[in-house]
């Protein structure tokens, strides 16, 4: 695997329901992010790790709860979402000092 | 008004065009401006890094930042098919919002580059 991955590709999921993503990178850095990409909106950023603590949380509900166990691994544990978390979710990377992020393909999550 | 403007398009060029997209921004803190590259569901592709005022050239893509008037454009040359993709404009300054690393980016300009 190469680059910064992410599992699964795509979701569904019930209000009522819990599940997690799961992202991976191979690239050696020290900073990871999520992201939530809507239609028609500048990406939105969500949460920031830096050296596997997380040093932003932009204002995001509890519903959404990140999880950094090492420097490699990211994840975001969904629990009673709603119909307009529905969106297209990516992980990126970074090193710490460098605004250079790399991003994997992302999930796509359905709210039903 | 945003910090970050992008025109959303579409864009319709033809095959051989060169390609002119452009944001603006408001925040004259940002110091680091990149380009990304978004296939239809896909993540988006890191295209083009610079830092400061200037230009950067790799390939046909060419990126152009004017600090002063708070302008960034990316040029395509000889725009391909394969080109047609969302391009996201990105930008950041260093302890921006606390965060180091806080990427502020553009709603994309879908471009379409017909055969």
Redesign the interface.
């Known amino acids: 695997e190469t680059g910064?991955t992410?599992t699964p590709r795509h979701l569904v999921m019930g209000m009522t329901n819990k599940k997690s993503l799961k992202c991976e990178q191979h690239l050696g850095h020290n900073?990871m992010?999520w992201y939530k990409q809507s239609a028609?909106?500048?990406?939105e950023?969500m949460f920031?790790y830096?050296l596997e603590e997380r040093?932003?949380n932009n204002s995001v509900p509890s519903r959404f709860s990140p999880e950094c166990p090492n420097s490699s691994h990211l994840f975001l544990h969904l629990h009673t979402l709603q119909p307009e978390d529905s969106a297209l979710y990516?992980c990126a990377s970074?090193q710490?000092?460098?605004?250079?992020?790399?991003?994997?393909?992302?999930t796509?999550l359905t709210v039903t | 008004q945003k910090e970050?403007e992008q025109d959303?398009g579409p864009l319709s060029v033809p095959e051989g065009a060169i390609v002119s997209l452009n944001c603006t921004y408001s925040n004259s803190a940002f110091q680091?401006f990149?380009w990304?590259r978004q296939y239809s569901?896909?993540?988006?592709?890191?295209l083009m890094?610079t830092y400061s005022s200037g230009n950067k050239e790799d390939g046909r893509f060419t990126a152009q930042v004017d600090k002063s008037s708070k302008y960034i454009s990316l040029f395509i040359r000889d725009s391909q098919p394969s080109d047609s993709a969302t391009y996201?404009c990105?930008m950041?300054g260093?302890n921006y919002?606390?965060?180091?690393?806080?990427?502020?980016?553009?709603?994309?300009t879908l471009l379409a580059v017909q055969p």
Not at chain 2, 41 to 46: A, T, V
Not at chain 2, 97 to 108: M, S, V, W
């Open positions: 910064v992410q900073a992010y028609k909106k500048p990406l950023l920031v830096s040093v932003e990516l970074s710490v000092a460098s605004a250079e992020q790399y991003f994997g393909p992302g796509r | 970050v959303p680091y990149m990304y569901r896909k993540g988006p592709e890191l890094y996201l990105a950041s260093r919002g606390g965060a180091t690393n806080k990427l502020i980016f553009g709603t994309g």
